[in-house]
Each structure stands twice: as structure tokens, then as C-alpha cells.
């Protein structure tokens, strides 16, 4: 991947984490400098300022997020729940 595709990405995660945590009542976004390249693999780390989600509802959105990233063919790209600011 080259830094403006890891740059997209991140930024169709982040989108797509406000309207599903906005869906839930929640606020989730990508931590800002949490982001990692290594060996092929993109880590997004994900965080919320709340801790009114459960983990099984954070779990599911970021499930449902990879998943729709390697409908579209973006693949090796792990959302990693982060505990900065939240309950979770």
C-alpha cells in the first residue's frame, strides 16, 4: 500500500465509523497516530469517547467495517479497539 491508499482508507474507515457509531448513539473515530503499517497489514486503532457501547456492539461495527473493506477488495486491514477515552 502506498501512503495516499493508507491514507484513503483510513479516511473510509473514519466515515464509516461515525455513521455507524451515530446509528448506535455512540462516538467512535480512528485514533488520531493510530495507525500502523507492518508486513502487508494496515492496524487502525479505533477509539470512542463514550462508555455507554458494549464490546460485542464495538466488535460487531468493526467486524462489519473489515468486512465491507474486503468486499471491495481492500484486504490485510485489522480495526484494533482501543481503550483511550472510553469504557470499553
Same mark, same amino acid.
Given at each position: 500500500?502506498?501512503?495516499?491508499?493508507?491514507?484513503? !482508507? !483510513? +479516511?473510509? &474507515?473514519? %466515515? #464509516?465509523?461515525? =455513521? @455507524?457509531?451515530?446509528? #448506535?448513539?455512540? /462516538?467512535? *473515530?480512528? +485514533?488520531?497516530?493510530?495507525? =500502523?503499517?507492518? /508486513? /502487508?497489514?494496515?492496524?487502525? %486503532? $479505533?477509539?470512542? =469517547? =463514550? /462508555?455507554?457501547?458494549? $464490546?460485542?456492539?464495538?466488535? +460487531? !461495527?468493526? %467486524?462489519?467495517?473489515?468486512?465491507?473493506? #474486503?468486499?471491495?477488495? &481492500?484486504?490485510?486491514? @485489522?480495526?484494533?479497539? %482501543? *481503550?483511550?477515552?472510553?469504557? &470499553?
Amino acid at each position: 500500500m502506498t501512503p495516499e491508499q493508507i491514507q484513503q !482508507i !483510513i +479516511e473510509r &474507515v473514519n %466515515s #464509516r465509523l461515525i =455513521t @455507524l457509531g451515530r446509528g #448506535r448513539g455512540v /462516538d467512535l *473515530h480512528v +485514533e488520531k497516530e493510530g495507525s =500502523t503499517f507492518d /508486513d /502487508d497489514w494496515l492496524y487502525v %486503532s $479505533v477509539e470512542t =469517547t =463514550t /462508555d455507554k457501547i458494549r $464490546v460485542a456492539d464495538f466488535a +460487531e !461495527i468493526l %467486524s462489519e467495517i473489515e468486512a465491507e473493506l #474486503r468486499q471491495q477488495g &481492500v484486504n490485510n486491514v @485489522l480495526l484494533v479497539p %482501543s *481503550h483511550a477515552g472510553g469504557g &470499553v
